[in-house]
């Protein structure tokens, strides 16, 4: 079974350009989460889908960070315009529909840096 | 709100040694507890998991973990650890009554001694 794919790996950015993040989620997997580590910290949620439809965006600075998942699957996360705080990895997660198995499985992470 | 408390920042041990990473959580309700590991270039990945029932869980790589709830505690241990275990590892809780989102601690980097 493959598992949680995102890319870039890696992204490097000026303050105030914008940047996006692709995730493609285990196969059947209706939640996804968007997940923000700082050097440092643990993750810290970001936004939460399940399915197409968005569960939880209480964390999400909305002024500038978007995140859509628009058929159910694929979701992307986009940051417009960035600022150096930004800097971190951005973890995606997938969970599989049973309540019965409530394991996050993370991809590997984008690490941005802004300059 | 739920939060997570982890008073270990970095640990180093030498091979052979017993390892218990400390853990204590902030929730006034059923709780699920998980552990999370992270060697160094690979993803996030569960190490162990706690939902109910027997409260000492065991996981891979002969983790294991109790769950001591009139201390808000989830400690993780491991008899004596090996140079591979060198890793970051986080402690996470999730609110039953909303089970698929959990809050993260802030890690502890573990180094071995070969």
């Known amino acids: 079974e493959a598992g949680v794919a995102q890319s870039p790996r890696y992204k490097i950015i000026e303050k105030r350009q914008s940047v996006a993040f692709w995730c493609n989620p285990i196969?059947?997997?209706?939640?996804l989460y968007w997940y923000q580590q700082i050097l440092g910290q643990g993750p810290k949620l970001l936004i939460q889908f399940q399915n197409n439809g968005v569960v939880d965006d209480s964390q999400l600075p909305k002024d500038r960070f978007s995140a859509e998942r628009l058929k159910g699957v694929d979701s992307t996360l986009k940051i417009q315009p960035a600022k150096l705080e930004d800097s971190a990895v951005y973890l995606c997660?997938?969970?599989?529909?049973?309540?019965?198995?409530?394991?996050?499985?993370f991809g590997p992470g984008t690490r941005l840096t802004v300059l | 709100a739920q939060s997570v408390s982890q008073h270990n920042h970095h640990v180093i041990l030498s091979e052979a040694a017993s390892l218990e990473l400390g853990c204590n959580y902030s929730?006034?309700?059923?709780?699920?507890l998980f552990w999370y590991v992270q060697y160094p270039g690979q993803h996030l990945q569960l190490l162990l998991k706690?939902?109910?029932?027997?409260?000492l869980v065991k996981g891979i790589k002969g983790f294991e973990a109790e769950f001591i709830k009139s201390k808000f505690s989830f400690n993780l241990r491991k008899p004596s650890v090996q140079w591979s275990d060198t890793a970051e590892y986080f402690c996470?809780?999730?609110?039953?009554?909303?089970?698929?989102?959990?809050?993260f601690g802030s890690g502890t980097r573990l180094s071995i001694r070969p």
């Open positions: 996470a809780v999730g609110a039953y009554s909303s089970a698929s989102k959990i809050i």
């Open positions: 929730y006034g309700g059923t709780v699920n």
């Open positions: 997660a997938s969970r599989g529909p049973a309540a019965s198995t409530d394991t996050q499985y």
């Open positions: 196969s059947g997997h209706a939640t």
């Open positions: 706690y939902f109910s029932g027997d409260p």
